[in-house]
């Protein structure tokens, strides 16, 4: 079955801990994505990226970092930098260059306690 | 800078058509116009995207305005299940390096039994 995983579903972590969530997919797509999500709200993209080994900063990088050095891995830390960690997170991908349709990942919760 | 206009929330009854509208009065040229949806909890899944022509397909049609200001997203039999929160965005397609969608709070279709 192809599509793509995030774990953990839930994730629950100390204030002023970084914490790292998983985004795998086994698509062959050549972009990734992540976004954040807050309760009522739409999307916001945090972080993407077209290809291996390079990542662009979305529109609320801040307090976050990525890291693409395989296809299938988009790996998401959240640092103590960002200041409202607290959030649902989704990974998605995309064949990139020739499509927009993105298949998104089921989330990760993030509670900071 | 939204792009996009939806109401806030509609409902319709099941086995009914829904029909929902979305704005986009400052679309350009080669601006598609996506559409997805998002169960509670879940991650977002596409539906459907055209640019000037009407598209179909399983899940649903996408009626695109002659000037291309406006369009309809029409689920033809809605079910309890279809009960999610839709995102109409416009996005600039085919263009890997922007290939970035903007998730507005679309809008909340509640299907009654």
């Known amino acids: 079955d192809g599509g793509i995983t995030q774990s953990p579903k839930y994730l629950f972590r100390k204030e002023g801990q970084n914490v790292t969530l998983s985004c795998e997919q086994n698509?062959?797509?050549?972009?990734m994505y992540w976004y954040r999500q807050d309760p009522g709200q739409g999307l916001r993209l945090i972080y993407y990226s077209q290809i291996v080994n390079d990542f662009q900063k979305g529109d609320i990088a801040e307090g976050y970092s990525v890291s693409r050095e395989k296809k299938e891995s988009f790996p998401l830390t959240v640092t103590s930098a960002q200041k409202n960690p607290t959030a649902f997170y989704l990974c998605a991908s995309s064949i990139g260059e020739t499509s927009d349709e993105q298949f998104f990942g089921p989330g990760t919760r993030l509670t900071v306690l | 800078d939204a792009k996009t206009t939806q109401p806030t929330s509609m409902d319709c009854a099941e086995g009914r058509a829904a029909n929902l509208p979305c704005n986009h009065s400052t679309i350009s040229g080669n601006e598609y116009v996506y559409w997805y949806r998002q169960i509670h909890s879940q991650g977002p899944q596409y539906i459907i995207h055209g640019l000037k022509n009407n598209e179909t397909n399983e899940m649903a049609s996408l009626i695109i305005t002659e000037d291309r200001k406006s369009s309809t997203l029409i689920l033809p039999h809605a079910t309890l299940r279809d009960t999610a929160v839709y995102y109409c965005i416009v996005s600039g397609g085919l263009t890997g390096a922007n290939s970035k969608l903007t998730f507005g709070k679309g809008i909340t279709l509640s299907v009654r039994p």
């Open positions: 698509l062959n797509h050549d972009a």
